[in-house]
């Protein structure tokens, strides 16, 4: 592990940096990551820094309820009602099929969770999966996820920025009510945000003339280029 960390001593300083700064700042934005980083560091690269710094509360596929239909898992939330884990890791399969969805009401009042990590074959995060998890301040999400289902972080009052996945297409209302998310990153391959799925006082980050500015001039946010 060393001699990798060596190899690799700026990559794994500045992923070491990015963490640090979103778990415990909560101040660091997407604006200022995408400048100085054209090519963000993947989900296995984010997992293994999050391993690196030991993380005690950590659940994994062992710890999650979860069902089998059409050779396809349903994250279903943790087998115990009662947890204390600050961090969950989705994994990408589960008994060999891929894990694609996290159920509606998931991680509910999840009253200890800080990190989601969403494995890459993740495509839809369920109504309110993740609704009234106080403590959540940091989600990273797969490059599969296409829809964040309506009160999905609703009332997630930790969670200051936020990144959506490059293949996200769809947020539904409310989802990301509630919280304290300021800033805000849309890919290109957004196709529908609902009015009501961010506070107002927001400042989305898309490209110029495309749905991320129209968007935000339609619901008077502030915008920024990139």
Do not use: H, R
Request: aromatic share 10%.
């Amino acid at each position: 592990m060393l001699e990798k960390i060596k190899k690799n001593k700026g990559k794994v300083i500045f992923i070491i940096l990015l963490v640090v700064c979103l778990i415990f700042a909560g101040v660091a934005t997407y604006t200022t990551y995408k400048k100085e980083n054209p090519d963000p560091p993947s989900v296995e690269d984010i997992k293994e820094v999050i391993m690196q710094g030991g993380v005690e509360k950590q659940a994994n596929s062992n710890d999650l309820q979860y069902s089998i239909s059409e050779k396809q898992v349903t994250i279903l939330g943790f087998k115990e009602e009662t947890t204390t884990f600050t961090l969950v890791t989705i994994p990408e399969k589960i008994e060999g099929y891929p894990v694609v969805a996290i159920a509606d009401g998931a991680f509910k009042n999840c009253l200890f969770l800080e990190t989601i990590v969403l494995g890459n074959e993740i495509k839809t995060v369920g109504i309110g999966a993740f609704e009234n998890c106080p403590k959540l301040k940091m989600v990273v999400f797969g490059t599969s996820t296409e829809t964040i289902k309506e009160n999905a972080f609703n009332s997630c009052v930790a969670l200051s920025s936020v990144s959506l996945g490059n293949g996200i297409k769809t947020v539904e209302k409310g989802a990301f009510k509630n919280t304290t998310v300021d800033t805000v990153f849309f890919p290109d391959s957004i196709e529908f945000v609902d009015d009501d799925a961010f506070e107002k006082n927001i400042t989305v980050v898309g490209k110029n003339g495309g749905y991320a500015e129209n968007w935000s001039v339609e619901n008077n946010t502030k915008f920024k280029a990139y």
